[in-house]
């Protein structure tokens, strides 16, 4: 099982990104899905989640900016950020919480990187 995160990048403040991630593999099940950041020097602090029903939650530093959404049939979900702020730089993860054949349990993606200029 894989996840795969795309759709970071430079973008100036105010300015709009939308990041991705697939999972991959033979999974029976996706349960929670979220997003999680890392800033250099600081740990790393979720963003925001999408349980397998659709309910949301969002750190409050990006409520009303940033908006989380799954498309169950892709085994996907995007992460649509708004109004970007130069403390949104970080690096972004997703995190999928599978259940296989083989393993149950929380799974990593690669970072992408998101940077914005002031």
């Known amino acids: 099982v894989q996840l795969q995160a795309s759709g970071g990048g430079l973008v100036q403040a105010g300015g709009f990104l939308r990041l991705s991630c697939v999972v991959s593999g033979s999974i029976h099940k996706i349960d929670a899905m979220a997003w999680y950041r890392q800033a250099p020097g600081k740990e790393r602090e979720l963003v925001a989640e999408i349980t397998d029903s659709g309910n949301t939650n969002y750190a409050s530093s990006v409520k009303g900016r940033f908006t989380i959404s799954r498309i169950n049939a892709k085994k996907a979900i995007d992460l649509q950020m708004n109004s970007l702020k130069f403390e949104d730089t970080a690096a972004y993860y997703c995190?999928?919480?599978?259940?296989?054949?083989?393993?149950?349990?929380?799974?990593w993606g690669k970072g992408t990187q998101v940077t914005v200029s002031s």
């Open positions: 995190l999928a919480t599978v259940v296989s054949r083989i393993y149950t349990g929380d799974v």
